[in-house]
C-alpha cells in the first residue's frame, strides 16, 4: 500500500464493463505510478478480461465486491464502476475504510444517497473523484478560460444542446432496451444522461449559483401505440417488409453494422456476457432485451426533455437533452456575455469566440492527442485518471476538479430539474441545498 508521496498508487476495479476496463488502461501509461491490483464484477468475462489486461493475481479477483470490502484495507483507491443504482452502497463502505475512491457518474440515484455519499467521504477524510469527464475536455477548458478571462464580459446566458441520437439508434440501444431504460431499475434519463451537461453549465457560471430550474419532458415515440402493423416482439422474428424499414432494427445494428462489419466495441461489446462473436451476438437478440422490439418495452425515461436555470445575479441557462438526433453526443454551446459571445459545436477543432467592441472574430484551436484506450471523451478519460492519480500520487485535493462539494451542488440541480417536471412547477434551491 503507498500511504506517503512518491511511492506506487494502487487500485480495485469495482465493475469491469465498459468503463472500468477503458479507466484501467491507465495502468499502461504510468506503471511506475500507478497499478490495478484487484478486480471485482459478477461476470466472469468482464472480470477476467480485465485480470488479463492488468496481470492481477488469481486470488485478487472477486465476484462481489462485498468480498473485498470484507479483507482489511489492500489498496490506496477504489475505482467504482457498477450499474447507476449500485454505486451508492460500495461508496459508502469503502469510503468508511479509508479507500479513496473515483466514482463513475451519477454519484448516485437519489438526492438523499449523493448527500450520503459526500458526507462520508467528508467524515473520512477520502479523496473523491466523480467522472464528469467533460469537464477535462480541452473544449471545455478553453471555454472556462475565455469565459474566467473576462474576454465575453460577464455571462449573462448559456444554450446548451446534447444530441443523444446517432442516426436515430443510440436512444433506442441505452434508454429504450439498454440498462438505462426504466427510472425504477436504474435512474431518470436527464440524471444517466444530462449530469454531465448540468455540470457544465454550472461550471461556466463559476461563482453564480443557480436558485430556480423549470423542466418540461417527454417519452416520444417509443411506445405500443406507434408499433408498425405485422411487426414481430423480437427484430429477429419481425417480416423483412418492416425490419429493413426500422431505424432500430436489431438486426442491422448489431450484427449488419456491428458483428459482421468487424465492431466488436460498443455498443457490441455490452450484449453479451460472453465473447461479442456472432453466436453470442445472435443468441442475446434472441433472449435478450436488446432484441426486442422497441416498440414492445416497460421503458419509462423522458426521449428529450429541457431544463431553464436562474443563477445568481440574473444569469440564466437552458439545456435540451433529445432523443432524436443524427449526431451521437456532439454537445452544441452558446455562451453569451456582455462583450462577446462563444460557440462550440463538439468535434470542431477550435472554440469560435466574438468580440463585441471590435467585431473580431477569434477561432482557438484546441489541442487533439490519441491517448489509445483512453481516447473516449476526447481524450478527456486519460485527463481524468490523470489529475485522479496525481492527487493521491501527491496527496493533493486541490488537483481533483470534480470533488465532492461542486459535484454534489450540480447533481442537486438535475434533481430539482426533474421534481419541477414531475409537479410542474419552478423549484428554488435555497442557499443551504434544501428545496422549496
Given at each position: ?12 476495479v ?29 461476470k ?15 486470488d ?9 470490502a ?55 477524510n ?28 460577464d ?20 434508454f429504450v432496451?439498454g ?40 417519452l ?22 418492416v ?26 461489446s ?51 437533452m433529445?432523443?432524436f ?12 456575455g ?67 462539494d461542486e ?30
Open positions: 500500500m503507498s500511504d506517503s508521496e512518491g511511492k506506487l498508487t494502487t487500485a480495485i469495482i465493475g469491469a464493463g465498459q468503463r472500468g476496463f477503458a479507466y484501467a488502461h491507465y495502468q499502461e501509461v504510468k506503471p511506475e505510478e500507478f497499478r490495478v491490483i484487484a478486480v471485482a464484477d459478477p466472469k468475462y468482464q472480470r477476467e478480461r480485465l485480470q488479463t489486461l492488468c496481470n492481477i493475481a488469481d485478487m479477483v472477486f465476484q462481489d465486491w462485498r468480498e473485498v470484507e479483507r482489511e484495507r489492500f489498496a490506496d483507491c477504489v475505482m467504482i464502476c457498477t450499474q447507476d443504482q449500485q454505486h451508492k452502497e460500495p461508496a459508502v463502505v469503502f469510503a468508511k475504510k479509508g479507500y479513496h475512491i473515483l466514482l463513475e457518474k451519477p454519484m448516485a440515484t437519489t438526492e438523499e444517497d449523493c448527500r450520503e455519499i459526500v458526507r462520508v467521504c467528508k467524515e473520512n477520502i479523496f473523491l473523484t466523480v467522472c464528469h469527464v467533460l469537464r477535462y475536455t480541452p473544449w471545455v477548458r478553453k471555454i472556462k478560460e475565455l469565459i474566467d478571462s473576462g474576454a465575453i464580459g455571462v449573462v446566458n448559456i444554450q446548451h444542446l446534447e444530441p443523444v441520437g446517432y442516426m436515430y439508434w443510440h436512444f433506442a440501444h441505452s432496451r440498462n438505462w431504460h426504466k427510472e425504477s431499475e436504474s435512474a431518470f434519463s436527464l440524471l444517466a444522461k444530462c449530469c454531465h451537461d448540468v455540470d457544465l453549465i454550472c461550471h461556466w457560471m463559476g461563482p453564480q449559483k443557480c436558485q430556480s430550474v423549470s423542466s418540461f419532458g417527454h416520444s415515440h417509443f411506445s405500443q401505440s406507434n408499433k408498425p402493423k405485422k411487426a414481430a416482439n423480437r427484430c429477429l422474428d419481425c417480416p423483412k417488409e425490419e429493413s424499414k426500422c431505424p432500430y432494427s436489431a438486426v442491422e445494428i448489431y450484427i449488419n453494422n456491428g458483428i459482421k462489419s468487424f465492431n466488436k466495441g460498443w455498443p457490441v455490452v450484449l453479451t456476457s460472453g465473447p461479442p462473436d456472432i453466436e453470442n451476438v445472435t443468441e442475446a437478440l434472441r433472449t435478450g432485451p436488446y432484441g426486442r422490439c422497441v416498440f414492445d418495452m416497460d421503458n419509462d425515461v423522458m426521449s428529450q426533455q429541457v431544463v431553464n436555470m436562474q443563477f445568481t445575479g440574473g444569469a440564466t441557462a437552458s439545456l435540451s433529445i432523443g438526433t443524427e449526431s451521437i453526443c456532439a454537445r452544441e454551446v452558446n455562451v453569451f456582455t462583450k462577446g459571445e462563444i460557440r462550440y459545436k463538439d468535434g470542431n477543432g477550435s472554440v469560435l469566440q466574438v468580440d463585441f467592441t471590435t467585431g473580431q472574430r477569434y477561432h482557438h484551436k484546441l489541442e487533439s492527442r490519441n491517448r489509445g484506450p483512453l481516447s473516449g471523451h476526447g481524450g478527456a478519460d486519460y485527463c481524468l485518471m490523470e489529475n485522479f492519480e496525481s492527487a493521491l500520487y501527491h496527496k493533493d485535493f486541490s488537483k481533483i476538479h470534480t470533488g465532492a459535484t454534489l451542488a450540480s447533481h442537486l440541480v438535475v434533481f430539482a430539474a426533474e421534481k419541477a417536471r414531475k409537479e410542474n412547477r419552478v423549484v428554488t434551491i435555497n442557499e443551504d441545498m434544501s428545496f422549496a
